[in-house]
């Protein structure tokens, strides 16, 4: 049944919505100006080469040998993280990113336990990475870096599901 009676003028209540929505838009320059943001953007990448180092210390693992392809999928999310979050700083400062890039660590022995405890570390460290871009995401309003953000946060997700199949497996 048509509803007769209804208002179907549907554009007055988008463009009401539309004005709210560009008086409300903030600029570059006003993110550019926001230190707090920016100190969490630097923390966010050491955050990130922080994992890149766990990831590339349990690839390097021999006890992890046959699950390799799993933590070499997240240790190049990682580096596709670092990028992301460089291109985020380029976005809102102009320059670029003055993190270093991670350098190449020496892997350590680990027993079959230690595996299971290094992998358990990890996964706790993505949990908290997790929440952290969470944050993150919630401090920057322009649509289009939260849709950065959120791949990476999708991305943290991904590595928590897969370091805890890694973890009952080896536990």
Known sequence: ????????????KNTSINTREASLSVTKQDLKQDKRLLELLEIAQQETIESLSAF?????????QPD???LRNAYLDEIKHLKLLQEILYNITGKP???????QSTATETTHQNVSSE?????HQEMEQTDFF???????PETDLRD????IITDKQDHCIRLCFLFSKYK
């Open 148 to 151: 950065i953000l959120f791949e």
């Open 56 to 64: 590339e210390a349990l690839i390097k693992n021999e006890a992890l």
């Open 1 to 12: 049944m048509y509803p007769y009676r209804s208002n179907t003028n549907i554009y007055q």
């Open 119 to 123: 992998i358990e570390k990890t996964l």
């Open 68 to 70: 390799i392809e799993t």
């Open 97 to 103: 990113s003055s993190m270093q890039q991670p350098t």
């Open 134 to 140: 969470r944050e993150l995401l919630i401090a920057i």
